[in-house]
């Protein structure tokens, strides 16, 4: 095994321009605690794309180095240089999350070594990567990277999800990009236990995707009967609780105005505040970036909107609860948290221009998968 380590890099100049790179680095001495993994498979995330792409401007994108070591450049527009002040100057890893094969093992990690393990923390996108043992997640026998690459960010978020809705005393759920990868996984988990749940897509193959599911309330954005459709499903399921994934334009206010008016439907007496009923938007997605945009005027005085992140929400729950979402996920790996992929790309075809564009487009249903090892023995 080389003690080299070819990593995916991406650096934002004070100059205004995005340089992704690969990297050779030196792989560091283990410690006692700490595992060597051989990284095959790690997705590519809305997360990830927000660390990699930043807010550059891909039209001017520009495509250079070697075929066996390419660079991608692109101008950051003015306006969003503040957005990404922070990180200026910083040749940064990318990668939340990926699984691979563990090749070295410190001395009290030893039972660790030939399984093939989950990671999550960042720099994912390498061909190796040093990780805590104890940050491991040992996938179940027969499991493939491949199948284990997205078991941390999509799953718990759908399982944090609903763990927020039963925390802040909401009894069912409304979900925006309904169709995605985790909107699917959300949709078996209601399913699973019992939860109403709210799916709102944009289009009526992806309606069909969820129906085919299982899925009972689903509602196209872009039909002509679209408020009427999402009212009375709401009014059905008593959602009170929504998770957008789009986060920006109407949308967000439509579910609330939807929320307000199926309360109001079983209402006996006028109030000029509207109802007293608390209605909860969480955005945490960012597939629309324009501002959010709230018309007071049809959803009453008890709503928030808010943004929501699950690195934090896990932080606010403990040790011991995030376990026992991770126990889940690993035992429903092939099932309710069962991920699939529209291709899988190595390193170098990552940095190609045409490529970048296909993973970025940010499709419902598409997803892709690095293997930072492709082609390698």
């Known amino acids: 095994m080389s003690n080299t380590n070819l990593q995916l890099r991406s650096l934002i100049t004070a100059g205004g321009e995005l340089q ?26 809305p997360s990830d794309l927000g660390l990699l792409l930043g807010p550059a401007d891909l039209s001017t994108a520009r495509a250079g180095g ?30 939340n999350e990926g699984a691979g094969v563990v090749v070295k093992a410190g001395a009290d990690a030893q039972k660790l070594l030939g399984k093939t393990v989950a990671a999550l923390g960042g720099g994912m996108y390498a061909q190796y990567r040093v990780a805590k043992a104890a940050a491991c997640l040992v996938l179940p026998e027969g499991t493939t990277p491949a199948e284990g690459a997205s078991c941390f960010v999509n799953p718990l978020t759908a ?12 009894t069912a759920l409304v979900h925006t990009a309904a169709a995605s990868n985790l909107g699917q996984m959300l949709n078996k988990i209601c399913l699973k236990d019992g939860i109403a749940l709210v799916n709102i897509v944009r289009s009526d193959e992806q309606a069909a ?15 002509s009967n679209f408020m009427q459709e999402l009212t009375d499903a709401i ?9 957008d994934a ?45 501002p959010i945009e709230i018309d007071r005027s049809e959803v009453g005085m008890a709503w928030s909107v808010g943004g929501w992140l699950l690195t934090w929400f896990l932080e606010k729950i403990g040790p011991q609860a995030t376990q026992k979402l991770r126990e889940r996920v690993a035992s429903e790996l092939k099932t309710t948290f069962a991920s699939h992929y ?36």
């Open 20 to 45: 992704l790179s690969l990297r050779q680095s030196q792989i560091p001495e283990l410690a006692a605690d700490e595992v060597l993994i051989r990284v095959l498979a790690s997705p590519i995330n």
């Open 66 to 95: 070697t075929p066996d070591s390419p660079t991608l450049t692109a101008k950051i527009p003015p306006q969003s240089m503040n957005s990404v002040a922070q990180r200026i100057d910083q040749s940064m890893m990318v990668g």
């Open 159 to 170: 399982l944090s999800m609903v763990e927020t809705m039963r925390r802040e005393n909401h």
């Open 209 to 223: 995707t969820l129906r085919a599911q299982g899925a009972e309330h689903v509602c196209n954005s872009t039909s």
């Open 235 to 243: 009014a059905t399921t008593g959602a009170t609780l929504a998770f």
């Open 246 to 290: 789009v986060g920006g334009g109407k949308l967000a206010n439509q579910i609330l105005i939807c929320m307000e008016a199926a309360i109001l439907r079983k209402s006996t007496s006028y109030n000029r505040y509207g109802s007293p009923v608390h209605k909860q938007v969480y955005a945490y997605g960012v597939l629309d970036t324009r």
């Open 342 to 377: 529209t291709a899988e790309i190595s390193l170098i075809e990552a940095l190609q221009l045409e490529v970048i564009k296909a993973y970025n487009r940010r499709a419902t249903g598409e997803k892709y998968l690095i293997n930072p090892n492709k082609g390698e023995q």
